[in-house]
């Protein structure tokens, strides 16, 4: 009887330390993620390609609303080059953390974003929101990159063309 109870007890600090220390785990990688994230938002803004591209892995998937899949970095420096040539220019890019799920060298996290976009000949910007699961990878010196993307729009596309000030909306 003694055996089992203090065999209970081991089990139960045992499960109370692994929680804590994975807990710990998620709220480290979290806070890593958010700075991550900063660095992407003013990356975008400032139009740097080359270093928001830098942050993903060679063997990257991005899946963006409304397009294909863009598989590898070359896919999705691609992407991003036609992007550019359209004159897009992102004033801001607010995305929150919502959740993070680590598991082994992967981790997983879900949230939500804010972005507006400029585009030539549109009177004001496109305002979106969406959310986005974003699967980072652990690299060899202990840095997160971009292993796997995908977000979508909580707004509807035509919707947003008929607001007024934007080309091709109802003018009454």
Same mark, same amino acid.
């Given at each position: ?19 804590? %220390? ?7 990688? $979290? ?27 060679? =063997? ?13 970095? %070359? ?9 550019? $040539? ?15 799920? %680590? ?65 091709? %909306? =109802?003018? $009454?």
């Amino acid at each position: 009887m003694k055996r089992t109870f203090l065999s209970t007890c081991v089990m139960i600090v045992f499960l109370f330390t692994a929680n804590i %220390a994975f807990s710990q785990s998620n709220s480290d990688y $979290k806070s890593k993620i958010e700075l991550i994230n900063k660095e992407m938002a003013k990356n975008m803004q400032e139009g740097n390609s080359e270093k928001l591209l830098s942050l993903y892995t060679e =063997d990257a998937i991005s899946m963006p609303s409304y397009q294909p899949i863009h598989d590898g970095i %070359a896919a999705i420096r691609k992407a991003n080059d036609e992007m550019a $040539k359209t004159g897009v220019k992102y004033n801001s890019f607010a995305p929150t953390t919502l959740k993070v799920i %680590a598991n082994g060298n992967l981790i997983t996290e879900i949230g939500t974003y804010k972005i507006s976009m400029s585009m030539p000949n549109m009177d004001k910007p496109i305002e979106d929101q969406g959310k986005y699961l974003t699967i980072w990878e652990k690299q060899k010196d202990g840095s997160l990159k971009v292993k796997v993307e995908i977000w979508n729009s909580d707004v509807d596309p035509m919707s947003m063309m008929n607001q007024p000030g934007q080309k091709g %909306a =109802d003018k $009454k």
